[in-house]
């Protein structure tokens, strides 16, 4: 029953904070859109769609916390993402938010 519960979460946390899910992989290391889909559906077992996933990081570029660069890689062109310090901040933002909320659980 955990396991289920566990997965179940896991898929809520990436549904709905996909944003931050997906600077936190691109935090990693530079990377592309196929790349950071095949990542995300095998690191939390998600099918993650094209239609969801392009989107979300014209957005989050957009905000200014990812930019991107045209390369070349064996003849094709890919958008390759890299974190911004402003994408940095906001994930700090989001691990303060988190540890604050789950420092207040533990007190009550």
């Known amino acids: 029953m955990l396991e289920t519960y566990k997965k179940e979460i896991v898929q809520h ?10 600077l936190r992989v691109i935090q990693t290391q530079p990377t592309w859109g196929y790349q950071i889909k095949k990542q995300v559906e095998t690191d ?3 099918k993650l769609r094209h239609g969801i996933l ?3 990081l014209n957005a ?3 905000k200014g916390l990812l930019k991107s660069k045209k390369q ?3 003849g094709r062109s890919r958008k390759v993402y890299t974190i911004t310090q402003d994408g940095q901040t906001y994930l700090t933002a989001y691990y303060q ?3 604050s909320q789950l420092s207040s659980s533990e007190k009550s």
Do not use: V
């Open 44 to 46: 939390f077992n998600i």
């Open 13 to 22: 946390l990436i549904r709905n904070l996909l944003d931050i899910q997906l």
């Open 54 to 56: 392009y989107p979300t």
């Open 60 to 62: 989050l570029e957009k």
């Open 72 to 74: 070349q890689k064996d």
């Open 97 to 99: 938010i988190l540890q």
